[in-house]
Protein backbone atom coordinates (compact mmCIF):
# COMPACT_ATOMS: atom_id res chain seq x y z
CA UNK A 1 0.00 0.00 0.00
CA UNK A 2 1.28 3.19 -0.90
CA UNK A 3 1.90 6.53 1.31
CA UNK A 4 -1.49 8.13 -0.60
CA UNK A 5 -3.33 5.40 -0.24
CA UNK A 6 -2.84 4.54 3.91
CA UNK A 7 -4.99 7.46 4.86
CA UNK A 8 -7.71 6.78 2.69
CA UNK A 9 -7.47 3.11 4.19
CA UNK A 10 -7.80 4.33 7.68
CA UNK A 11 -10.70 6.39 6.93
CA UNK A 12 -12.84 3.89 5.17
CA UNK A 13 -11.86 1.79 8.43
CA UNK A 14 -13.34 3.96 10.74
CA UNK A 15 -15.59 1.93 13.16
CA UNK A 16 -15.63 -1.85 12.18
CA UNK A 17 -12.13 -2.29 10.98
CA UNK A 18 -14.10 -2.89 7.40
CA UNK A 19 -12.55 -1.55 4.44
CA UNK A 20 -15.49 0.65 2.65
CA UNK A 21 -18.08 -0.15 6.16
CA UNK A 22 -19.12 2.01 8.41
CA UNK A 23 -20.01 0.82 12.26
CA UNK A 24 -22.31 4.04 14.04
CA UNK A 25 -22.27 2.75 17.10
CA UNK A 26 -18.83 2.28 17.41
CA UNK A 27 -18.46 5.69 16.29
CA UNK A 28 -20.60 7.18 19.19
CA UNK A 29 -18.48 5.17 21.45
CA UNK A 30 -15.00 6.40 20.18
CA UNK A 31 -16.72 9.83 20.55
CA UNK A 32 -15.91 11.92 23.65
CA UNK A 33 -16.78 14.76 25.71
CA UNK A 34 -19.80 17.24 24.06
CA UNK A 35 -20.42 14.96 21.28
CA UNK A 36 -20.72 11.91 23.07
CA UNK A 37 -23.33 13.62 25.16
CA UNK A 38 -24.64 14.96 22.24
CA UNK A 39 -25.12 11.33 20.76
CA UNK A 40 -26.47 9.94 23.97
CA UNK A 41 -29.44 12.32 23.60
CA UNK A 42 -30.01 11.73 20.23
CA UNK A 43 -30.41 8.09 21.09
CA UNK A 44 -32.24 8.69 24.20
CA UNK A 45 -34.77 10.96 21.99
CA UNK A 46 -35.14 8.38 19.06
CA UNK A 47 -36.28 5.53 21.87
CA UNK A 48 -39.03 7.80 23.11
CA UNK A 49 -40.18 8.56 19.70
CA UNK A 50 -40.89 4.88 19.14
CA UNK A 51 -42.32 4.51 22.74
CA UNK A 52 -44.71 7.47 21.95
CA UNK A 53 -45.30 6.03 18.55
CA UNK A 54 -46.76 2.47 20.39
CA UNK A 55 -48.51 4.49 23.35
CA UNK A 56 -50.35 7.31 21.07
CA UNK A 57 -50.66 4.58 18.44
CA UNK A 58 -52.86 2.29 21.44
CA UNK A 59 -54.49 4.95 22.97
CA UNK A 60 -56.02 6.43 19.78
CA UNK A 61 -57.04 2.68 18.45
CA UNK A 62 -58.58 2.46 22.11
CA UNK A 63 -60.60 5.71 21.93
CA UNK A 64 -62.14 5.62 18.02
CA UNK A 65 -62.76 1.96 19.08
CA UNK A 66 -64.54 3.01 21.87
CA UNK A 67 -66.62 5.56 20.45
CA UNK A 68 -67.79 3.88 17.38
CA UNK A 69 -69.20 1.29 19.65
CA UNK A 70 -71.00 3.95 21.87
CA UNK A 71 -72.21 5.79 18.36
CA UNK A 72 -73.53 2.22 17.05
CA UNK A 73 -75.49 1.68 20.12
CA UNK A 74 -76.34 5.78 20.32
CA UNK A 75 -78.27 5.51 17.53
CA UNK A 76 -80.92 2.96 18.98
CA UNK A 77 -81.81 5.27 21.88
CA UNK A 78 -85.33 6.88 21.99
CA UNK A 79 -84.86 8.95 24.82
CA UNK A 80 -82.37 11.11 26.39
CA UNK A 81 -82.47 8.88 30.25
CA UNK A 82 -81.51 6.25 27.21
CA UNK A 83 -78.77 8.17 26.12
CA UNK A 84 -77.52 8.82 29.55
CA UNK A 85 -77.41 5.82 30.67
CA UNK A 86 -76.10 4.26 27.86
CA UNK A 87 -73.02 6.89 28.27
CA UNK A 88 -72.50 5.55 31.84
CA UNK A 89 -72.15 2.44 30.22
CA UNK A 90 -69.89 3.39 28.20
CA UNK A 91 -68.11 6.16 30.07
CA UNK A 92 -64.54 5.17 28.46
CA UNK A 93 -65.69 6.98 25.23
CA UNK A 94 -65.08 10.85 24.37
CA UNK A 95 -68.53 10.90 23.43
CA UNK A 96 -70.08 9.10 26.47
CA UNK A 97 -68.04 11.69 28.81
CA UNK A 98 -69.51 14.63 26.79
CA UNK A 99 -72.95 13.52 26.42
CA UNK A 100 -72.78 13.05 30.49
CA UNK A 101 -71.03 17.05 30.73
CA UNK A 102 -73.99 18.18 28.70
CA UNK A 103 -76.57 16.04 31.20
CA UNK A 104 -74.93 18.20 34.10
CA UNK A 105 -76.66 20.95 32.54
CA UNK A 106 -79.36 19.85 31.30
CA UNK A 107 -81.78 21.94 33.78
CA UNK A 108 -80.37 24.67 32.60
CA UNK A 109 -81.73 24.63 29.13
CA UNK A 110 -83.91 27.52 29.27
CA UNK A 111 -80.59 29.56 28.41
CA UNK A 112 -80.60 28.28 24.96
CA UNK A 113 -79.14 26.02 22.06
CA UNK A 114 -75.73 27.67 22.18
CA UNK A 115 -75.18 27.31 26.06
CA UNK A 116 -75.42 23.86 25.71
CA UNK A 117 -73.10 23.67 22.16
CA UNK A 118 -70.88 25.61 24.28
CA UNK A 119 -71.12 22.94 27.18
CA UNK A 120 -70.09 20.39 24.28
CA UNK A 121 -67.78 22.51 22.81
CA UNK A 122 -65.87 22.67 26.03
CA UNK A 123 -66.22 19.26 26.85
CA UNK A 124 -64.67 18.27 23.70
CA UNK A 125 -61.49 20.25 24.42
CA UNK A 126 -61.15 18.28 27.41
CA UNK A 127 -61.00 15.12 25.18
CA UNK A 128 -58.49 16.94 22.87
CA UNK A 129 -56.11 17.83 25.65
CA UNK A 130 -56.28 13.80 26.47
CA UNK A 131 -56.20 12.83 23.20
CA UNK A 132 -53.27 14.96 22.97
CA UNK A 133 -51.04 13.75 25.70
CA UNK A 134 -46.88 13.69 24.79
CA UNK A 135 -48.04 14.97 21.59
CA UNK A 136 -46.33 18.23 22.18
CA UNK A 137 -43.07 16.01 23.46
CA UNK A 138 -42.98 14.36 20.00
CA UNK A 139 -43.42 17.62 18.35
CA UNK A 140 -40.60 19.11 20.27
CA UNK A 141 -38.27 16.13 19.16
CA UNK A 142 -38.79 16.41 15.30
CA UNK A 143 -37.67 19.74 15.26
CA UNK A 144 -35.00 19.87 17.90
CA UNK A 145 -32.94 16.98 16.37
CA UNK A 146 -31.38 17.97 13.58
CA UNK A 147 -30.00 21.46 15.33
CA UNK A 148 -28.73 19.25 18.50
CA UNK A 149 -27.43 17.09 15.90
CA UNK A 150 -26.08 19.88 13.74
CA UNK A 151 -24.73 21.04 17.00
CA UNK A 152 -22.81 17.88 17.87
CA UNK A 153 -21.34 18.20 14.11
CA UNK A 154 -20.20 21.77 14.65
CA UNK A 155 -18.15 20.60 17.53
CA UNK A 156 -16.53 17.86 16.42
CA UNK A 157 -15.38 19.59 13.55
CA UNK A 158 -14.23 22.77 16.25
CA UNK A 159 -12.00 19.44 17.50
CA UNK A 160 -10.56 18.21 13.95
CA UNK A 161 -9.79 21.97 13.86
CA UNK A 162 -7.93 21.91 17.04
CA UNK A 163 -6.04 18.53 16.10
CA UNK A 164 -4.79 20.44 13.20
CA UNK A 165 -3.20 23.15 15.41
CA UNK A 166 -1.99 20.66 17.88
CA UNK A 167 -0.42 18.13 15.35
CA UNK A 168 0.39 21.05 13.32
CA UNK A 169 -0.84 18.28 10.37
CA UNK A 170 -4.11 18.40 8.12
CA UNK A 171 -3.33 14.36 7.27
CA UNK A 172 -6.42 12.19 7.31
CA UNK A 173 -5.12 9.90 10.32
CA UNK A 174 -5.38 13.17 12.31
CA UNK A 175 -8.80 14.66 11.56
CA UNK A 176 -10.75 12.11 9.83
CA UNK A 177 -11.43 10.73 13.93
CA UNK A 178 -12.71 13.89 14.83
CA UNK A 179 -14.99 14.64 11.14
CA UNK A 180 -16.41 10.71 11.84
CA UNK A 181 -17.99 11.90 15.13
CA UNK A 182 -18.94 15.32 13.76
CA UNK A 183 -21.23 14.07 10.77
CA UNK A 184 -22.29 10.91 12.51
CA UNK A 185 -24.24 13.28 15.08
CA UNK A 186 -25.98 14.82 12.18
CA UNK A 187 -26.74 11.58 11.38
CA UNK A 188 -28.24 10.33 14.36
CA UNK A 189 -29.96 13.82 14.62
CA UNK A 190 -32.00 12.85 11.43
CA UNK A 191 -32.50 9.33 12.85
CA UNK A 192 -34.70 10.83 15.79
CA UNK A 193 -36.29 13.78 14.10
CA UNK A 194 -37.71 11.54 10.63
CA UNK A 195 -39.61 9.11 12.94
CA UNK A 196 -40.99 11.72 14.70
CA UNK A 197 -41.95 13.53 12.58
CA UNK A 198 -44.13 10.95 10.50
CA UNK A 199 -45.38 9.73 14.00
CA UNK A 200 -46.54 13.32 14.80
CA UNK A 201 -48.47 13.83 11.87
CA UNK A 202 -49.42 10.10 11.95
CA UNK A 203 -51.31 10.33 15.29
CA UNK A 204 -52.11 13.91 15.29
CA UNK A 205 -54.25 13.22 11.48
CA UNK A 206 -56.07 10.37 13.68
CA UNK A 207 -56.69 13.06 16.17
CA UNK A 208 -58.01 15.49 14.48
CA UNK A 209 -60.45 12.78 12.82
CA UNK A 210 -61.54 11.75 16.00
CA UNK A 211 -62.61 15.32 17.11
CA UNK A 212 -64.03 16.23 13.41
CA UNK A 213 -66.70 13.28 14.65
CA UNK A 214 -67.31 14.30 18.23
CA UNK A 215 -67.83 18.06 16.95
CA UNK A 216 -70.34 16.79 14.39
CA UNK A 217 -71.64 13.90 16.88
CA UNK A 218 -71.83 16.72 19.92
CA UNK A 219 -74.09 18.84 17.45
CA UNK A 220 -76.83 16.23 17.15
CA UNK A 221 -76.70 15.33 20.57
CA UNK A 222 -77.86 19.01 21.35
CA UNK A 223 -81.03 18.35 20.03
CA UNK A 224 -81.55 15.53 22.54
CA UNK A 225 -81.15 17.96 25.35
CA UNK A 226 -82.81 21.38 24.23
CA UNK A 227 -86.32 21.18 23.71
CA UNK A 228 -86.61 23.95 21.27
CA UNK A 229 -83.94 23.00 19.52
CA UNK A 230 -85.64 20.40 16.90
CA UNK A 231 -84.66 17.03 18.93
CA UNK A 232 -86.75 14.24 19.61
CA UNK A 233 -86.05 15.83 23.64
CA UNK A 234 -89.61 16.40 24.97
CA UNK A 235 -88.83 16.04 29.02
CA UNK A 236 -86.05 17.69 30.84
CA UNK A 237 -85.01 14.79 33.72
CA UNK A 238 -82.85 16.45 36.40
CA UNK A 239 -79.21 14.87 36.76
CA UNK A 240 -79.94 13.04 40.13
CA UNK A 241 -82.59 10.41 38.23
CA UNK A 242 -79.13 8.93 36.75
CA UNK A 243 -77.38 6.95 39.59
CA UNK A 244 -74.06 7.15 39.90
CA UNK A 245 -73.93 9.84 37.05
CA UNK A 246 -71.15 12.90 37.16
CA UNK A 247 -68.58 9.83 38.88
CA UNK A 248 -65.28 9.78 37.67
Known amino acids: MNPVEAPVHAVSAVGSGTPGSIDPF ?22 LVWLIWVLKSAQIRRLVGAQHRFENEAERVTSVSDLVRLSQQHDTAPG ?65 FLRIGVEKSASLPVVAPAIGEALIATAFGLVAAIPATIAYNYVDKRIADLLDELDASTSAWVCWFVPDSGGAFTEAAPSDSYPGYGKR
Open 26 to 47: ALMLRSSGIVLVVLLLLVLAGS
Open 96 to 160: ARIVLEMAKHQHQVGKGVEFMLAIGKRAIVVEQQRASALMPTLQSIASASPFIGLFGTVWGIMDA
